[in-house]
C-alpha cells in the first residue's frame, strides 16, 4: 500500500520553530520528487517547497525562502521540513505527496507546483502558529 504519514505539527509561538516529518511507505522513496503543501483556514492548498530525487533541487515560495528547509532521508524513508521563525501566516494544516509518474522520462523525479502532479498524499498534520 503506497502511503506517506506526516507528523511534527503543533502549536507554537511565533518565532520558534517545528520540524516536520513525512514518512514514505509501499514505494521506493528516493525515486520520486516530494513536495509539501499546506492549507491554511478559508484558504485553498498551496505549495510550500518540494525536493528532487536525490535531492537534485529544491524550491520554496516566497513566503518561507529563507525560513524553511526542506531535506530527505532516503534510508529512513522520509523527508523534512524544517520550519523556522515561524510566523502566524504559516498555519494551516501540512501534507507531504509524491510527484505523480507521467510516463515523460524522469519526470517523477523533479517538482512541480501543481498539486494536481502529485498522486500519493498523506493525512496532514495541523500546524498552528500564535502568541
Known amino acids: 500500500q503506497l502511503q506517506l504519514v506526516e507528523s511534527g505539527g503543533g502549536l507554537e509561538q511565533p518565532g520558534r520553530s517545528l520540524t516536520l516529518s513525512c514518512v514514505a511507505s509501499?514505494?521506493?522513496?528516493?525515486?520520486?520528487?516530494i513536495g509539501w503543501f499546506r492549507q491554511g483556514p478559508g484558504k485553498e492548498r498551496e505549495g510550500v517547497s518540494c525536493?528532487?530525487?536525490?535531492?537534485?533541487?529544491?524550491t520554496y515560495i516566497d513566503s518561507v525562502k529563507g525560513r524553511f528547509t526542506i531535506s530527505r532521508d532516503d534510508a529512513k524513508n522520509t523527508v523534512y521540513l524544517q520550519m523556522n521563525n515561524l510566523e502566524p501566516e504559516d498555519t494551516g494544516t501540512y501534507y507531504c505527496?509524491?510527484?505523480?509518474?507521467?510516463?515523460?522520462?524522469?519526470?517523477?523525479?523533479?517538482?512541480?507546483?501543481?498539486?494536481?502532479?502529485?498522486?500519493?498524499w498523506g493525512q496532514g498534520t495541523l500546524v498552528t502558529v500564535k502568541a
Open positions: 505527496a509524491r510527484r505523480r509518474a507521467t510516463g515523460v522520462y524522469n519526470e517523477h523525479r523533479f517538482c512541480a507546483s501543481d498539486p494536481g502532479m502529485y498522486d500519493v
Open positions: 525536493i528532487a530525487s536525490a535531492g537534485l533541487s529544491d
Open positions: 509501499g514505494f521506493t522513496l528516493r525515486m520520486f520528487g
